[in-house]
């Protein structure tokens, strides 16, 4: 009786955390180290909590060279290594739509913009005539407030000013964070930062 109230209690409260990362709400991205403990029943529910299990990074990359980026499409959960290994970060993410808009597999970041611009891809367009052809920076940009650009062309991992879009299957193949999350990543993250999707 004990372990069942204690795994109640757990639940409620990975949810409760899980929820208020979703929502934007007091819970930032979480800043792991070796001594911060794995949040208890993270395997209970795979779509709402398995998103923050921290993981290491050594069966994902063979080193970490200018540090890594590991997207986990699934649980729609971004991890980010630093090269020394000092810092580890777990961002909530949204993720490609359908599975013919996702793609995995490694690439590297080539270019980091503040502030950036964005035009539909070609795809886009045809799909959605009536979207602009280009947003500049500012609350109507869906690229957000920082985006970086990955070696594979039209991929990013940006930010959202649409929150709702976090945890969820929303983009055209790109990588959202909320603004917050991915000015920190920005500020972490460099060209030629590796990073792999899977």
Not at 137 to 161: E, F, V
Not at 173 to 184: D, F, R, S, T
């Amino acid at each position: 009786m004990a372990q069942e109230n204690e795994n109640v209690f757990t639940r409620r409260r990975v949810l409760g955390t899980t929820f208020a990362a979703v929502a934007g709400l007091a819970t930032p991205a979480l800043a792991l180290d070796n001594s911060t403990e794995y949040l208890p029943g993270a395997t209970t529910n795979r779509r709402n909590v398995s998103s923050f299990r921290s993981l290491q990074w050594q069966p994902y990359f063979p080193n970490l060279n200018n540090g890594a980026i590991l997207v986990d499409i699934e649980t729609r959960a971004l991890h980010f290594w630093n090269a020394d290994e000092t810092i580890y970060k777990l961002f909530p993410t949204s993720v490609p739509l359908t599975k013919d808009l996702t793609r995995k597999g490694r690439t590297v970041v080539t270019r980091k913009v503040e502030g950036p611009s964005w035009r539909p891809t070609p795809s886009m367009k045809q799909r959605n005539p009536e979207w602009p052809d280009f947003v500049g920076p500012g609350p109507d940009n869906p690229l957000g407030t920082h985006a970086l650009h990955l070696s594979w062309t039209y991929y990013r991992i940006h930010g959202t000013h649409d929150t709702r879009k976090i945890g969820r299957r929303s983009s055209n193949g790109c990588i959202g964070l909320y603004n917050e999350h991915i000015a920190q990543l920005f500020a972490l993250a460099r060209n030629g930062t590796q990073v792999l999707l899977i």
